[in-house]
């Protein structure tokens, strides 16, 4: 399951994209109607230890980053716990039903983003295919609507993917004719095996991020790869803006990652580090821009609901517009240094197999 901010669809270009959005926001609309109060009750209460070294705070090896990290769509508050051992933060308390926490609406990419975003996706993936001495097969565990799936098939990789929103998956299989398996329907053949597996902004938002790195490194042939993306907690920008970071995305984010907490995961799960990169310029140069106008001005987030029509146009919106753009270069510029000094605010990890 993919973030929906980071979301988008090809604006008029198939009609049943406009209806399967539609039917997905009426969705997150009627669950959105459940009160705080039953969200809460059912809250997980196994928020304190540490689920990949077993730390916990009475040891005391929990503690507390962050105190006040208000969710930008609700305005609950929520915590950030981290295990001072492995260094993995988590949001504290997670709540065990998300369906409130989703913005009932999808950003919708005009046709030059869309083509922008798409470059990105090519860049990347031949970056990846690159590691390989040719193409082979390549799963991608939420797929969302499939656009980096046929960015490495267009490499001759044979692809499948997985989704966890069987429209979603749908989507994927009709307008591209790529292979997905809806988490809820149908499940990958118990022998499917493959060179490369992509988790793109996907492990923050899973419960038990361990198993899921154990259940790649089983899927995995030999010589194969997981590449893993992921926002950097131990980044510049988290560390700037803390409680306001952009990329923090409390609840949705359960985990909050870092190089030191993934070689951990990794180690946990018989794997290691082979690379870590931080380009990432459809997140990170935005982020810095987010994260200062939340910081400095407050109210979470509003650029991002301003520009992904969840709000009514204000007067202030055209001020807080002017002041972004002014911020734009600087924040470029600070997402290149940080890139070049590993602490970009989001990662790209590929882990490979620790050879026994
Ligand atoms: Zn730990």
Same mark, same amino acid.
């Given at each position: 399951?993919?973030?929906?901010?980071?979301?988008?669809?090809?604006?008029?270009?198939?009609?049943?994209?406009?209806?399967?959005?539609?039917?997905?926001?009426?969705?997150?609309?009627?669950?959105?109607?459940?009160?705080?109060?039953?969200?809460?009750?059912?809250?997980?209460?196994?928020?304190?230890?540490?689920?990949?070294?077993?730390?916990?705070?009475?040891?005391?090896?929990?503690?507390?980053?962050?105190?006040?990290?208000? /969710?930008?769509?609700?305005? =609950?508050?929520?915590?950030? &716990?981290?295990? @001072?051992?492995?260094?993995?933060?988590? $949001? *504290?308390?997670?709540?065990?039903?998300?369906?409130?926490?989703?913005?009932?609406?999808?950003?919708?990419?005009?046709?030059?983003?869309?083509?922008?975003?798409?470059?990105?996706?090519?860049?990347?993936?031949?970056?990846?295919?690159?590691?390989?001495?040719?193409?082979?097969?390549?799963?991608?565990?939420?797929?969302? /609507?499939?656009?980096?799936? =046929?960015?490495?098939?267009? &490499?001759?990789? @044979?692809?499948?993917?997985?989704?966890? $929103? *069987?429209?979603?998956?749908?989507?994927?299989?009709?307008?591209?004719?790529?292979?997905?398996?809806?988490?809820?329907?149908?499940?990958?053949?118990?022998?499917?095996?493959?060179?490369?597996?992509?988790?793109?902004?996907?492990?923050?938002?899973?419960?038990?991020?361990?198993?899921?790195?154990?259940?790649?490194?089983?899927?995995?042939?030999?010589?194969?790869?997981?590449?893993?993306?992921?926002?950097?907690?131990?980044?510049?920008?988290?560390?700037?803006?803390?409680?306001?970071?952009?990329?923090?995305?409390?609840?949705?984010?359960?985990?909050?990652?870092?190089?030191?907490?993934?070689?951990?995961?990794?180690?946990?799960?018989?794997?290691?580090?082979?690379?870590?990169?931080?380009?990432?310029?459809?997140?990170?140069?935005?982020?810095?821009?987010?994260?200062?106008?939340?910081?400095?001005?407050?109210?979470?987030?509003?650029?991002?609901?301003?520009?992904?029509?969840?709000?009514?146009?204000?007067?202030?919106?055209?001020?807080?517009?002017?002041?972004?753009?002014?911020?734009?270069?600087?924040?470029?510029?600070?997402?290149?240094?940080?890139?070049?000094?590993?602490?970009?605010?989001?990662?790209?990890?590929?882990?490979?197999?620790?050879?026994?």
């Amino acid at each position: 399951m993919k973030n929906p901010i980071f979301e988008y669809t090809v604006k008029n270009a198939n009609q049943d994209t406009s209806k399967l959005y539609e039917i997905l926001s009426k969705e997150r609309k009627m669950t959105s109607n459940l009160s705080s109060n039953e969200t809460f009750q059912q809250e997980s209460t196994k928020a304190c230890s540490c689920p990949v070294c077993g730390s916990s705070q009475s040891a005391p090896q929990v503690e507390t980053a962050i105190n006040d990290a208000a /969710d930008y769509i609700t305005g =609950d508050k929520f915590q950030v &716990l981290q295990c @001072s051992n492995c260094s993995l933060a988590w $949001t *504290a308390p997670q709540p065990t039903n998300l369906d409130r926490y989703y913005p009932a609406k999808y950003r919708r990419y005009n046709a030059l983003i869309l083509g922008i975003l798409k470059t990105l996706y090519r860049i990347r993936a031949r970056g990846w295919s690159s590691r390989f001495t040719q193409p082979g097969s390549a799963l991608e565990i939420g797929c969302g /609507d499939g656009f980096m799936l =046929d960015a490495l098939r267009s &490499l001759g990789w @044979s692809v499948s993917g997985t989704e966890r $929103t *069987a429209d979603m998956a749908k989507f994927a299989s009709e307008h591209f004719g790529l292979k997905v398996y809806a988490d809820d329907q149908e499940k990958l053949p118990s022998d499917a095996k493959f060179d490369m597996i992509v988790m793109f902004q996907v492990l923050e938002h899973l419960t038990d991020p361990l198993e899921q790195i154990k259940k790649c490194a089983s899927l995995l042939k030999p010589g194969g790869r997981v590449i893993i993306g992921v926002p950097n907690f131990s980044s510049w920008q988290s560390k700037y803006a803390r409680a306001s970071w952009f990329h923090l995305d409390v609840p949705r984010h359960l985990f909050h990652h870092s190089p030191r907490s993934m070689a951990h995961l990794a180690q946990a799960a018989n794997m290691r580090i082979d690379r870590i990169g931080f380009f990432s310029p459809e997140h990170d140069p935005f982020g810095w821009v987010q994260s200062i106008l939340n910081k400095e001005l407050g109210n979470q987030n509003r650029l991002t609901k301003f520009l992904m029509k969840m709000v009514k146009p204000e007067g202030r919106d055209l001020l807080t517009l002017v002041i972004a753009a002014a911020l734009s270069p600087f924040c470029a510029i600070a997402s290149l240094v940080s890139w070049s000094a590993k602490k970009g605010a989001i990662m790209q990890v590929e882990l490979v197999p620790v050879k026994n």
